[in-house]
Every structure is written in C-alpha cells, then in structure tokens.
C-alpha cells in the first residue's frame, strides 16, 4: 500500500508561483517506481482534470493544453516524490490539487491510477 501526501499548495497573486511536492510512503521504493505518476485538479462544483503526467524514468512528461508552458513536473525517484512547479499562475488555476501514482504509461484520466493523495488547495487571486 502507498500513501501519497501533497504539500506546497497556498494562497497567490496572479503571475505567481508554487510549488507542490507529492512525497510517498508505506511501500517498497519498486512499488513507487512503478508506473507513471500524475498531477490533477478539481475546482469547486468541476471534475477532477488532468493537469500533468510524468513516467517511471521521468523520460517523457505530458500537460494539459491549459497549463503547457507555465507548468512543470518532475520526480525524483530516490526520494519517493514527485513536483509540480507551477509559475505565471491564473486565476482560473485555482483549485484542489492531487497527486496520484501507479498508472499505466501516460495515463491521463483519473480512474487509471491506483493511489491518490488528499489534495492540497491552491487559491491564485486576480
């Protein structure tokens, strides 16, 4: 079993940056390693979207269309966590974020990933 614990989420003015960090524990670093690991979002009274992914080796990352060029993820596998460095952040960027891990190759919808975190609040105010 994982658990999966995202920090760094905050209040910020527009043009800002955060960034969040999804550490993982309870599970052998090979249950980890496994799979890609995504970053989702869920707005009040919105579904949960896909933000970003990255896979195992980190070779290959995906973004949705509405964070390309402003967001960043990366993992590090030794330390069990994975990051979301978020910059010129929006308005409309404001929502809960979880981390979620142990998903087939570029998985990009939430039902693909096994383990989810609680989700950290991310609040960007104009």
């Known amino acids: 079993q994982v658990q999966l614990v995202e920090s760094g989420g905050g209040s910020v003015q527009a043009g800002g940056s955060l960034r969040l960090s999804c550490a993982a524990s309870?599970?052998?670093?090979?249950?980890?390693?496994?799979?890609?690991v995504g970053w989702f979002r869920q707005a009040p009274g919105k579904e949960r979207e896909f933000v970003a992914f990255?896979?195992?080796?980190?070779?290959?990352?995906d973004y949705a269309d509405s964070v390309k060029g402003r967001f960043t993820i990366s993992r590090d596998n030794l330390k069990k966590t994975a990051y979301l460095q978020m910059n010129s952040l929006k308005p409309e960027d404001t929502a809960v974020y979880y981390c979620?891990?142990?998903?087939?190759?570029?998985?990009?919808?939430?039902?693909?990933?096994?383990?989810w975190g609680q989700g950290t609040q991310v609040t960007v105010s104009s």
């Open positions: 990255i896979i195992r080796g980190g070779g290959r990352t």
């Open positions: 979620a891990a142990d998903a087939p190759y570029g998985a990009t919808v939430p039902g693909a990933y096994r383990y």
């Open positions: 309870g599970a052998t670093s090979s249950s980890y390693t496994m799979g890609t």
